[in-house]
Every structure is written in C-alpha cells, then in structure tokens.
C-alpha cells in the first residue's frame, strides 16, 4: 500500500478585527442533495394580524463538492408560524419555520436512511422592528428513497419583541446537515432577499417600549481631572450620544459627545473634574432621559482637582493600541496515513501570539474555520474530519486570563480557538496552540491532500 504524503494545512493569518463565513464540508456522494423544480412567488401578508400563509421564493443551493452537482437555482415553499400573534413589548416569541418543499432532493438511487438530517436556518424579522432569528430543528426525518423527494422539516426559535406596530416574519436561509457515513452540508440562500411575507403579527407597547442601550467604564475611580473610556451598545445607529457625568440628581458640567456607529455602539472618553460626581450616563437627545439613555454606572472621584500653592500639577496619558496576532508559520505538515487503513493524520497548530493592547473593558475571540482537504483526481477529505484540541497560555501581569476553546470538529462553520472575557479592564499578551487530527477514510485515494486553515481575531 501506498501512503497518503504529508497533507498540509496553509492558514490565513490577516490582522482584522472581524469576519465571519460558511463553507460546506464535503462528504459521500449517498448524501449529496441537488436542487429540484418550484414555482412562483407568493403575495406578502397585508398590514394586519393572519393566518400565516406558505410562501415560495427562488434559492440558490450548494450541494457537496462530492457529489460532483454543480450550484443550482430552485424553489422552496415555507411558512412562518407563531405561538403569539399580539404580543406585548417585552414579551418572548416562539417562531417556527416550517420547509414545506425544500429545494433538495436525493440524487443517487441509494436509498438515505431516516433520522440523518438536522436543519437550521434564519428568519428575517421586519417592519417595526428589524432581527434575525436563529432556528434550529430536531435530528428526524423519514427515510429517503433514491432519487426520491427530501421530505418536508421544522426549525423553531426566538425573539423578544423590543417596539410595538406591525412586525412581519419571513424565511430566510437554511441548510440542511446530514450525519450519514459523513458529515454533509448543504446551504440554500434566497436568491433575492427579502423573501415574502408568511406571517404578521401586531405588537402592542404593554406599558412602554423596552430601552435596551447599555454602557460599561473602562474604570470604576479616578482622580479629579482624568479622563474615563465609555463603551455603548444598542443606541440609535448615527445618533449624537451625550456623555455625562451626574452628581445624585444632577448632571454635572463633565461632558462629551460621540456618534453612534452603524451597529448602535460607541466608544468615547470623558474627563471628569466635579468631585462630586457618582455616576456616568449617556443619551440621546437634548438632556437626560431615561428612556433613550443608558445608566447611571457608578463613578468615584478619588481626589480634588485644586492645586497647591508652590505646586505643579504634572499630566500624562497612556495611548490605546490595538489587537492583533502573529504566527510562527504558515504552514503545518501532518503525519501521513495508509492507503487501506485510514486513522488520523497527526499535527500541531502554528503558535499564534494574541497582543490586546486596546485597554477597556472589551475581550476578544479567536476563531477558525477550514476548507475541505483537496487531493489527486478531485478526491478530497470533508472539512469536518479536521479535529483540534485548543490551549492557551496568558503572559503574567495581563490582566485579562485567555480560555482554550472546546476539543472537537473544526469544519467549515467553524470553532472557537481561544478567548477572553469583557471585564472592568482587559487586555494582555497571550499565546495559543492546537493539537491537530485529520480523520482519514481507509480507501482515500492515495495522494497529496491540503486545506486552508483560516483564523479570524475579533
């Protein structure tokens, strides 16, 4: 028997601070899915409570590089049910996203046994106000006959309802994963999104819409005159947000302005000078209000602001950096496996060192994601065969502790490598590593097989 050379894992080590991707994890060809015909598209639902209606809408599926199908464009038929259709603001919502037809079917004539697939998806949430809900279904499926139709499933999730007015549900996109020889996934996008209306429901204010802004200090304390970080989410995306200091009932004459990004968060500073003052707000607006504002978080002056005669006040300021990560390589070479036998290709991830130079009071996440092992021939080994086992080491004097993220699959959804949590202040050195395997059918085709390991820090 021939041995299987050295697979090689190429990872992607840019410095950004965000990111996010799918890849689908190849698998046999038994459990490939390929696009089937549909029809057109369904009105929207009116401006009123009713009956959620079954809607079709193009979508766009990758079926696995395996089965050897190229992308194609079909139909689904879903519906969006609800278990409240007038809730009140606050209230928790129950939606199920049903698959009626699914744009999939089973392209071979092996027959797929039942209990294989698990499904999720996303439901896009419209008019007052604007979410995206995560819903998952059960591990249960009837069995599939070759070249038979994918038979219909359920997803359920939740949402909160956070303003009142006519709130619209739509499906989203979904992929259906399968746990059949191999791991298998196959996405389905809308082609055109948003796709129609299924369900609407109508919120009403219950005693008053929910002010979810928020805001943390990079500090608890300081002396007069020094200048304190402010973090805040979930404010009006491109609002002017006052910083204030208050002194019980009061605001004092500390202040600041930021803009509120396109998310709803800011990052500002505000010096304060009042000895006075216990607390830090931000709003929205021309003065305080509770209900378009956030706090107050508790704030100590630990010292006056006066002068001395025949003193001098002597000042300074630490800079912010930023967060980032180096690696001592970029390649990785597993041990080889025979040809007949199988087992896992062995390795160890290239040290990566995590520098937070950031201050305040955010952590950070280290996550990975990789391709599926490509070899001779169009052979390949599925993304989700590649397992790592993560460890994390925090240089001592940081004052954030880096976690290790779970052993297990790494895939083309992708896992958590390492982590530190928020905190009143954070930041550090920190170096992460892997212990890498590669779980190599017996019969692959003998070869050279590679992937991309891609890293993202955020």
Same mark, same amino acid.
Not at 324 to 351: E, I, K, N, P, Y
């Given at each position: 028997?021939?041995?299987?050379?050295?697979?090689?894992?190429?990872?992607?080590?840019?410095?950004?601070?965000?990111?996010?991707?799918?890849?689908?994890?190849?698998?046999?060809?038994? /459990?490939?899915?390929?696009?089937?015909?549909?029809?057109?598209?369904?009105?929207?639902?009116?401006?009123?409570?009713?009956?959620?209606?079954?809607?079709? +809408?193009?979508?766009? /599926?990758?079926?696995?590089?395996? !089965?050897?199908?190229?992308?194609?464009?079909?139909?689904?038929?879903?519906?969006?049910?609800?278990?409240?259709?007038?809730? @009140?603001?606050?209230?928790?919502?129950?939606?199920?996203?049903? *698959?009626?037809?699914?744009?999939?079917?089973?392209? *071979?004539?092996?027959?797929? $046994? &039942?209990?294989?697939?698990?499904?999720?998806?996303?439901? &896009?949430? #419209?008019?007052?106000?604007?979410?995206?809900?995560?819903? %998952?279904?059960?591990?249960?499926?009837? $069995?599939?006959?070759?070249?038979?139709?994918?038979?219909? +499933?359920?997803?359920?999730?939740?949402?909160?309802?956070?303003?009142?007015?006519?709130?619209?549900?739509?499906?989203?996109?979904?992929?259906?994963?399968?746990?059949?020889?191999?791991?298998?996934?196959?996405?389905?996008?809308?082609?055109? $999104?948003?796709?129609?209306?299924? @369900?609407?429901?109508?919120? %009403?204010?219950?005693?008053?819409?929910?002010?979810?802004?928020?805001?943390?200090?990079?500090? #608890?304390?300081?002396? =007069?005159?020094?200048?304190?970080?402010?973090?805040?989410?979930?404010?009006?995306?491109?609002?002017?947000?006052?910083?204030?200091?208050? &002194?019980?009932?009061?605001?004092? !004459?500390?202040?600041?302005?930021?803009?509120?990004?396109?998310?709803?968060? +800011?990052?500002?500073?505000?010096? *304060?000078?009042?000895?006075?003052?216990?607390?830090?707000? !931000?709003?929205? #607006?021309?003065?305080?209000?509770?209900?378009?504002?956030?706090?107050?978080?508790?704030?100590?002056?630990?010292?006056?602001?006066?002068?001395?005669?025949?003193?001098?006040?002597?000042?300074?300021?630490?800079?912010?950096?930023?967060?980032?990560?180096?690696?001592?390589?970029?390649?990785?070479?597993?041990?080889?496996?025979? +040809?007949?036998?199988?087992?896992?290709?062995?390795?160890?991830?290239?040290?990566?060192?995590?520098?937070?130079?950031?201050?305040?009071?955010? #952590?950070?996440?280290?996550?990975?994601?990789?391709?599926?092992?490509?070899?001779?021939?169009?052979?390949?080994?599925?993304?989700?065969?590649?397992?790592?086992?993560?460890?994390?080491?925090?240089?001592?004097?940081?004052?954030?502790?880096?976690?290790?993220?779970? &052993?297990?699959?790494?895939?083309?959804?992708?896992?958590?490598?390492?982590?530190?949590?928020?905190?009143?202040?954070?930041?550090?050195?920190? %170096?992460?590593?892997?212990?890498?395997?590669? =779980?190599?059918?017996?019969?692959?085709?003998?070869?050279?097989?590679?992937? *991309?390991?891609?890293?993202?820090?955020?």
């Amino acid at each position: 028997m021939r041995p299987i050379t050295h697979p090689t894992i190429r990872r992607s080590a840019a410095r950004r601070r965000s990111g996010r991707g799918r890849r689908l994890a190849a698998a046999l060809g038994v /459990c490939a899915l390929v696009v089937a015909g549909g029809g057109g598209l369904a009105t929207p639902a009116q401006a009123t409570v009713t009956a959620s209606v079954p809607v079709d +809408f193009p979508t766009h /599926c990758v079926p696995p590089d395996i !089965a050897g199908i190229p992308p194609i464009d079909g139909t689904t038929k879903a519906e969006i049910t609800v278990d409240n259709a007038v809730p @009140e603001v606050g209230d928790t919502v129950t939606v199920t996203y049903t *698959v009626v037809q699914p744009a999939a079917g089973n392209p *071979v004539d092996l027959p797929l $046994p &039942a209990d294989i697939m698990t499904p999720t998806g996303r439901v &896009a949430v #419209g008019g007052a106000q604007s979410a995206s809900v995560t819903v %998952t279904g059960p591990k249960k499926n009837a $069995p599939v006959p070759g070249k038979g139709a994918f038979p219909s +499933f359920s997803m359920t999730g939740t949402f909160t309802v956070t303003a009142p007015g006519r709130i619209t549900l739509s499906p989203g996109d979904y992929n259906i994963h399968t746990s059949y020889i191999m791991e298998l996934d196959t996405p389905c996008t809308v082609t055109d $999104p948003p796709a129609p209306v299924s @369900e609407t429901i109508i919120a %009403t204010d219950g005693g008053g819409q929910v002010n979810e802004r928020s805001i943390r200090l990079g500090a #608890g304390s300081g002396a =007069a005159g020094d200048a304190v970080t402010v973090t805040g989410a979930k404010f009006t995306p491109g609002a002017a947000v006052t910083l204030a200091g208050r &002194a019980g009932d009061r605001q004092t !004459a500390d202040t600041a302005t930021v803009t509120a990004d396109a998310t709803g968060g +800011f990052s500002g500073r505000i010096t *304060v000078d009042d000895p006075a003052t216990t607390g830090i707000v !931000a709003y929205e #607006g021309d003065a305080w209000d509770a209900a378009r504002g956030a706090g107050p978080q508790a704030y100590t002056v630990t010292g006056g602001g006066e002068v001395p005669d025949g003193s001098q006040r002597l000042t300074t300021s630490v800079r912010a950096g930023t967060l980032s990560m180096v690696q001592d390589g970029d390649t990785v070479d597993l041990s080889a496996v025979d +040809f007949g036998r199988g087992g896992a290709a062995r390795g160890s991830l290239r040290t990566v060192t995590v520098e937070d130079y950031r201050g305040g009071p955010a #952590g950070w996440s280290l996550t990975g994601k990789v391709t599926d092992f490509t070899g001779p021939g169009g052979a390949a080994i599925g993304a989700s065969a590649l397992r790592w086992t993560p460890a994390c080491a925090t240089k001592p004097g940081s004052p954030s502790t880096c976690a290790a993220g779970s &052993a297990g699959p790494v895939g083309g959804a992708g896992a958590t490598l390492a982590s530190t949590p928020n905190g009143t202040a954070t930041g550090g050195e920190f %170096t992460v590593d892997a212990r890498l395997a590669l =779980a190599v059918p017996a019969y692959t085709a003998p070869g050279a097989y590679s992937g *991309v390991l891609t890293l993202t820090l955020t």
